[in-house]
């Protein structure tokens, strides 16, 4: 059993403390892009860690504590999202999820943030697990229920309809 | 040529800093998990009290309704009690956690005068393991 996991499913505060610090800035970053904003990935942070804390025995058959925890971020992402009755295609990248120290920064995040906004939704997924979620395919593939195969593809065609971001950056 | 594009959108959308999780929030999140962890010590500091409450008071109900059963394990009558035993744990367990459960499964024993063997405590550990992970899927990160 991995080490982590195995404090976990016992009960052991500290470990809650480190595995919320080692994923805690991706899992933020992840949520904010997929949610649309800070706040509401602060809500679904909290919930998410309650949800590891309620079924901390499951931990027992986990390989990736970091992994499971994105799992159960996400599900509890679509449960806030199907809460609020957000249409599921209409969220837009807030410039806020990048942070910025000068005015020309500013203006590269915004442009990322509006050219992730215009990606196919369910493609977009696949570029915050990867990106900002730092998750490797094979993870991405377990946590979604999708091929691997089919979730390099996505991610790619993604990753494509951002080439008019760049070049505008270049220039 | 296609694929060096799409490395180089890949390089300059990662190098983007992004804004890290504010403070207050990892406060949140930690205080949240110690309530909810305490709050499961709690429960299950309660069953274990509900546990030994039940096996006294079984105990005291085969005392009084059988007296004359002492401690010979009848071959018939030891399978039906292990059974119930083993059933009764079953139910702590689903209310507690494995430890409990087979210490619950001891002191009845102990209590209705059946001596476990060490088979019959393997088979009671068994199924009471069998019931805390049944219906768990294996996760894998």
Same mark, same amino acid.
């Given at each position: 059993m991995h080490p982590l996991a195995a404090r976990l499913a016992r009960g052991d505060e500290a470990a809650f403390a480190e595995l919320y610090d080692e994923c805690a800035d991706r899992l933020f970053a992840y949520l904010t892009a997929k949610l649309g904003s800070r706040d509401r990935a602060a809500d679904v942070v909290q919930e998410t860690f309650l949800r590891v804390a309620t079924g901390r025995? %499951? *931990?027992?058959?986990?390989?990736n504590p970091v992994a499971y925890v994105f799992q159960i971020a996400r599900n509890e992402a679509i449960r806030f999202t199907a809460r609020e009755r957000r249409g599921a295609n209409v969220v837009v990248v807030p410039a806020e999820l990048f942070a910025v120290e000068n005015p020309f920064n500013q203006e590269m995040a915004e442009l990322a943030a509006a050219a992730l906004s215009r990606i196919d939704r369910e493609d977009r997924e696949f570029v915050e697990l990867r990106? *900002?979620?730092? %998750?490797?395919f094979r993870e991405i593939s377990e946590l979604t229920a999708i091929p691997q195969a089919t979730v390099a593809t996505r991610y790619r065609r993604a990753i494509q309809q951002l080439r008019p971001w760049l070049e505008k950056q270049i220039s | 040529m296609e694929e060096q594009h799409d490395e180089t959108v890949e390089r300059h959308l990662a190098a983007l800093p992004l804004t890290p999780a504010p403070q207050d929030l990892r406060t949140a999140v930690l205080s949240g998990v110690r309530r909810q962890l305490k709050s499961q010590r709690w429960e299950r500091t309660l069953a274990r009290a509900a546990v030994a409450l039940i096996v006294v008071g079984v105990g005291l109900n085969a005392a009084l309704l059988a007296p004359g059963s002492g401690t010979r394990k009848d071959r018939g009558d030891g399978q039906l009690k292990i059974e119930t035993i083993t059933q009764a744990a079953v139910v702590i367990a689903r209310s507690s956690d494995p430890q409990t459960a087979t210490q619950f499964a001891r002191r009845l024993a102990l209590l209705n005068g059946v001596r476990l063997s060490h088979d019959d405590e393997a088979g009671i550990e068994l199924r009471i393991n069998e019931q805390v992970s049944n219906g768990v899927p294996k996760r894998r990160g």
């Open positions: 025995r %499951l *931990f027992r058959n986990v390989d990106i *900002f979620a730092g %998750l490797t | -």
